[in-house]
């Protein structure tokens, strides 16, 4: 019984008959196209069987595409369409209730209406109440003065320079009787009455020594602020006359003696 080695298999064997070298290889021409159209070079074969595994084997890429939001224009036509005809109509509105009529464009706008008592007096009327002054006054002692809505014109004046004179005074000239019963009512009340020297009746009736059988207008006595006043009017000129004496006089007597010789 013979046994047999078993090959070395890292030991070089010899070369097989059919491991010689080889060199290319003969190109074997392609079988006529039975069509008539030549070989077909590029011919891929008959197709393969496709899977339904193939279609998930590759990645999904998606591409996708934006969309542009289209805007509705409409709200925002109609809200200007809105706006504009309110604008209309209340300019229409407006432009009416503010138009003048024919009749007002047509009448000459009248000048306002100012109160007397607001307005320096006049200068004719001036003029004539400051001729109307007892003597004493110095020149530029008396100037005018506003007048209250029941006088025409008003004059004030500073101290009087004759013996026994008025350290103060304000000559009033009026239009009428109801004017001058007017004035001599509001002089009265800024001053304490009291009867006058000789104890003479206050407010009373006062007589010119030339015309003692007429009555030539009312006369009051008084105190104001402790200061001797003397208030009279006179019916012929129209006038209201309030004199008055200062903290160094003159005295009551002195200041009834002056009017007395003045009026």
Known sequence: MSSSTPPDPWQEQPDAPDETDTGP???VAPEPDPDGWGPQWDDPGPPQPSTWAERFEAPLTVSPRTLQRQRNTKPFVIGAAVVGAVAVVGGLIFWWTTRPSSEEAEAP???????????????????????????????GTCEPADSSE?????????RNADPGGPVSATYT???????????????????TR???????????????????????GQLFCG????????????DVKMTVSAVRAGPDGPTFPQLYAWWSSHS
């Open 150 to 158: 029941n006088a025409v014109a008003q004059v004030v004046c500073e």
């Open 223 to 234: 105190l104001r602020d402790g200061q001797p006043t003397v208030v009279w009017t006179d």
């Open 25 to 27: 290889l003969e190109r």
């Open 194 to 216: 009291v009867n006058c020297p000789g104890n003479i009746q206050s407010p009373g009736p006062w007589r010119r020594n030339a015309t003692p059988d007429r009555i030539s």
């Open 109 to 139: 706008s009248a000048p306002p209406a100012t109160s007397t008592s607001t307005q320096p007096a006049k200068a004719e009327e001036a003029a004539q109440l400051l001729k109307q002054l007892p003597k004493g006054y110095p020149a």
């Open 173 to 191: 000239l009026v239009a009428d009787r109801a004017a001058l019963d007017s004035e001599f009512g509001a002089a009265m009340a800024t001053a």
